[in-house]
């Protein structure tokens, strides 16, 4: 007998006195008492038609003291009727315990995690095999704000304002993905930059084991999306039917699932980036997902785990058709430099009623200033184009000596306005452009000739 999984499914949490609360009591100091049911899936090798029979011991400790045994049972008499089958361990009371909560809501370097370890012993008392499972102890939920009508996350029971970003792994082939310490290390880096959310993007992956234990351990919330993308799933390219093989995609995903739902950090799931979920009776050819991965994805969730959010895009229309119960925003975006004043404004570059007079004006973008633009209250960002500028030094590696003498005049002769170089064209060069159509850095060299009263949008004015 092998035990394949152990999952702790963590049905209330109430202070330590007992009672329900709809919010837990802040404080890290504060403990709780938590139901929760516990359940393993074991499979027999070599299965035949003989009886296996046994019993099932667990126990429950803190991760960061393991000889202090916090809760421990057994389970006899269970017997094997299949090569695989799930095995039910019981509803346990934990009590005691302390809440796993998002750094921004704790003074804790690292977050309480607990371990459950699971043994199955043959009938004449043989411990044949043991596997142990980490967890945290919390709830999470999402509503419709009242006045951003968008996605909102409580955890336990607490709003939480998200500030994050968008995660495409370690690096390009998994060189690194073994390194937990990597993994912590780079997570810290997002922490200690005020972020407490992490999106895995769609276009990615599903992350790491190592990857959800550092989130766990350093208190960053997880927005994890399947594999589906609007750039190959028919929205902006390839088709509406994609991926080919449905049932590989689906069986990968359950795997998924069952692999990560012990993780507090974990909040949400996504079906993917940027998809085009419009709600449909008719199983239209356009819609994306395809309507039979949306339904089966939702069937697993609700099955394996019920316990965390699932939203199907992370964006839809800004117009009439955005539905808060199926993507997270109408818009993502904008992309490409902007001035950096632009950021401390709300949603930089889109447009929305929530938007003062004052924010439309400072605004670049002539679908901002439009007051007829189709615009949607937006209280939730998935993601922000965000700009790096490499050094010239490095740029000299791989560009040209024509296309190095390009820079940054745009390539032809200091005219502004003049052609990228075709080099910078297939680096992905990025223009900084506003609503007038001026490119800014070729003004460094370039500047056009404008009035007095305009200097204030000048790349090369003493401001």
């Known amino acids: 007998v092998r035990i394949k999984d152990a999952y702790v499914n963590i049905l209330n949490v109430s202070d330590a006195g007992g009672e329900a609360s709809a919010a837990l009591p802040l404080g890290d100091d504060r403990h709780v008492s938590a139901w929760l049911e516990l359940s393993v899936s074991a499979e027999v090798l070599g299965y035949g038609d003989e009886v296996i029979k046994g019993t099932f011991s667990y126990w429950i400790t803190p991760s960061t003291n393991t000889s202090k045994i916090l809760l421990r049972d057994i389970v006899k008499d269970v017997v094997f009727q299949s090569s695989a089958q799930e095995v039910p361990l019981g509803i346990v009371l934990l009590r005691d315990v302390k809440l796993w909560w998002p750094h921004t809501h704790s003074e804790r370097q690292f977050q309480p995690l607990y ?113 589906l993308t609007g750039d190959n799933n028919g929205r902006w390219a390839g088709r509406y039917d994609w991926p080919e093989d449905h049932g590989a995609m689906l069986e990968n995903a359950r795997d998924v699932i069952v692999r990560l739902r012990n993780h507090p950090s974990l909040a949400w799931y996504g079906g993917g980036n940027e998809l085009y979920p419009l709600p449909s009776d008719d199983n239209r050819s356009e819609v994306s997902p395809p309507f039979t991965i949306e339904k089966e994805l939702r069937s697993f969730l609700r099955c394996l785990d019920g316990s965390r959010p699932y ?19 109408p818009k993502d975006g904008p992309y490409g430099v902007l001035p950096v004043r632009s950021f401390y404004d709300r949603n930089p570059g889109l447009s929305s009623p929530l938007l003062t ?105 003493i401001q």
Not at 198 to 218: C, K, N, P, Q
């Open 311 to 329: 939203i199907t895009s992370s964006v839809t229309e800004i117009g009439d058709l955005f539905d808060s119960d199926r993507s997270l925003a």
């Open 357 to 461: 007079d004052e924010e439309k004006e400072r605004s670049f973008l002539p679908h901002v200033k439009n007051p007829d633009a189709p615009g949607r209250n937006i209280g939730f960002q998935a993601e922000v184009g965000s700009v790096s500028h490499p050094e010239f030094d490095s740029l000299a590696k791989y560009l040209s000596e024509d296309a190095l003498q390009a820079y940054p005049n745009c390539g032809e002769k200091n005219v502004h306005g003049g052609s990228v170089n075709e080099e910078w064209s297939f680096y992905k060069y990025l223009p900084f452009t506003d609503q007038t159509g001026i490119d800014h850095i070729c003004q460094l060299l370039s500047p056009p000739l404008v009035s007095a009263n305009s200097t204030s949008s000048r790349m090369d004015n």
């Open 115 to 227: 371990r459950l370890y699971v043994q199955f012993r043959s009938e004449d008392g043989v411990a044949v095999h043991q596997t142990q499972a980490e967890f945290g102890v919390r709830t999470v939920s999402s509503y419709v704000h009242p006045r951003t009508k968008s996605f909102a996350l409580k955890v336990n029971g607490h709003p939480i304002f998200l500030v994050g970003g968008n995660w495409v792994t370690t690096d390009q082939f998994l060189r690194f993905a073994g390194s937990k310490t990597r993994y912590l290390h780079e997570l810290l880096l997002l922490r200690n930059a005020g972020f407490n959310c992490v999106r895995v993007w769609g276009g990615g992956i599903s992350e790491t084991d190592h990857f959800f234990e550092s989130a766990d351990s350093l208190g960053l919330l997880v927005y994890q999306e399947f594999w």
